[in-house]
């Protein structure tokens, strides 16, 4: 059985997020670059599947469309775990032009299993999953907290409406995770570090037949917040009218 794992990079949350250009690029400088987190548990949950006692996963891969300027994020992920890497050379764009991007390379390949974060840290669109699944005319699953290898079977839990949903699915199929999915946060060390110097990073070209579907015309920060008010707790009425009154809604 073979994993692929879909993996974007975001800024850290602790970067200062200032923007360039007439507010339309993100300036980068000093911007730590992270896997996105959601990403990261789906790797992890793939690395621990691989790691169980008799477990039949094969090899892990992940897969990045980015510049070569991504390459330490793709290589922390090497360091985690995964057995090689496959960079798509491209600016990230679009969900849809990721999406494709994606598909034109994943379409040749085989895999068993391709996960694939819920959201990501930055556009939040939670978009690329179902995009994917759609080019490459696969099963998909969303909103997936679970998944285990039971013997010959594939066990998929994902949130429903009031409680959990159990599936049985069959190889090949796509699944968006969510947090839930990673069993313990997985953090390189030093023996992983130094063998991902080592594991091979595949990079391919772009193809041109794809093109975004929307521009980003500019961005804004959002304004800071307003100073915190504290009420005694003696004081329930005028918590009360200031929250009737003067809350704003968000």
């Known amino acids: 059985m073979k994993i692929l794992v879909c993996i974007s990079e975001v800024p850290d949350t602790t970067s200062k997020i200032k923007h360039i250009n007439d507010n339309k690029e993100l300036d980068k400088t000093g911007i730590q670059w992270i896997i996105n987190p959601w990403d990261e548990l789906s790797l992890t949950r793939a690395i621990e599947l691989k790691e169980t006692p008799g477990s039949k996963v094969e090899s892990i891969t992940v897969v990045h469309v980015g510049l070569q300027d991504s390459e330490p994020t793709i290589r922390k992920a090497l360091a985690m775990g995964a057995d090689n890497a496959i960079r798509i050379d491209a600016q990230p764009q679009d969900a849809y032009y990721v999406a494709s991007q994606l598909a034109k390379t994943i379409a040749s390949m085989d895999f068993d299993i ?103 015309v500019s961005y804004e920060v959002p304004p800071p917040r307003e100073a915190c008010r504290k009420f005694p707790e003696e004081n329930a009425k005028e918590l009360a009218h200031a929250l009737h009154n003067e809350a704003k809604l968000i």
């Open 114 to 216: 391709i996960l694939t974060g819920l959201d990501s840290a930055d556009f939040n669109g939670s978009s690329v999953g179902g995009m994917l699944a759609q080019q490459l005319d696969m099963a998909s699953i969303s909103a997936v907290t679970a998944l285990n290898l039971e013997g010959e079977k594939i066990l998929v839990n994902r949130d429903v409406s009031g409680g959990t949903q159990t599936l049985e699915v069959q190889p090949p199929f796509l699944a968006t995770v969510q947090k839930g999915i990673a069993i313990d946060p997985r953090i390189p060390a030093m023996r992983g570090i130094m063998m991902a110097r080592s594991k091979p990073l595949e990079v391919l070209e772009a193809t041109n037949e794809v093109t975004p579907l929307t521009e980003y």
